[in-house]
């Protein structure tokens, strides 16, 4: 019997450094997939459809909500994004552990709905280096940094309830913290035991 795949859920305030980081454990973990949102908003230079997002109108966005698609969504800065219902099944049933990059409002949905993962928050040195991380990206007008500078602080009031949260402040310190928590989770007795060898019997207390 195999073990079921862990779910690593990971939030951030905009900017703060989280599509890096992700990026930097995929590279690391080679087994490790990243979870494809859905989203409404428009693609980034250099973004790819199907392998950043899934990238929809809101007709089409609304359809799958209808239809019971979506394991979690949320509005984020004026866009719709989610994750649907069958990447989460799909990862579960084969064993394969998902980093899913989503805001609070949708770990919060997956954790009201008992779905098992383990819940990480990203924060920014401050709030100066926040501003100049979304400014430096070079990715969104003046007005998309403003939005996403003034939503910063609600999100990050969120962090409290999280499993772990990391600092983003050197980058490489960050990568190796996410790196112990991910190899930690790995190594929880639950997922241990389907790994070891048949001559070996557990006893609990
Ligand atoms: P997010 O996905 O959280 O919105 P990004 O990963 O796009 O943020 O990072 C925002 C900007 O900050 C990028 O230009 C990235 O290269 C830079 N960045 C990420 N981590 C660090 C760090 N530890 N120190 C300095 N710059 C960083
Ligand atoms: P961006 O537009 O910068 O790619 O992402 C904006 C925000 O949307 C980020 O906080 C990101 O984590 C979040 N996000 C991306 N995909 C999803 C998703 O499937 N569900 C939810 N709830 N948030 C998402």
């Known amino acids: 019997m195999q073990r079921t795949g862990i779910l690593y859920v990971i939030s951030a305030p905009s900017g703060a450094g989280k599509s890096t980081l992700c990026r930097e454990l995929l590279d690391i973990f080679p087994e490790l997939r990243h979870s494809v949102s859905f989203t409404t908003r428009n693609p980034r230079p250099g973004e790819v459809d199907g392998r950043d997002y899934f990238f929809i109108s809101r007709e089409e966005f609304q359809r799958m909500v209808a239809e019971g698609g979506f394991a979690e969504w949320a509005e ?42 383990v819940n990480i928050f990203i924060l920014p040195p401050s709030f100066k280096e926040l501003r100049r991380r979304l400014e430096g990206r070079n990715a969104d007008t003046p007005e998309t940094i403003e939005t996403r500078i003034a939503n910063a602080a609600a999100e990050i009031r969120e962090a409290g309830w999280y499993d772990y949260i990391i600092v983003n402040d050197t980058f490489s310190r960050a990568v190796e913290e996410l790196k112990a928590i991910i190899v930690a989770e790995r190594h929880r007795t639950g997922c241990i035991i389907h790994n070891l060898p048949a001559e070996f019997r557990l006893g609990t207390v």
């Not at 004026?78 to 064993?95: I, M, P, Q, S, V």
């Open 76 to 117: 984020v800065h004026g866009n719709l994004y989610g994750t649907a219902l069958k990447t989460l099944r799909h990862c579960r049933e084969t064993g394969i552990d998902l980093l899913l990059d989503i805001d609070c409002q949708g770990a919060a949905q997956l954790k009201n709905k008992q779905v098992a993962g």
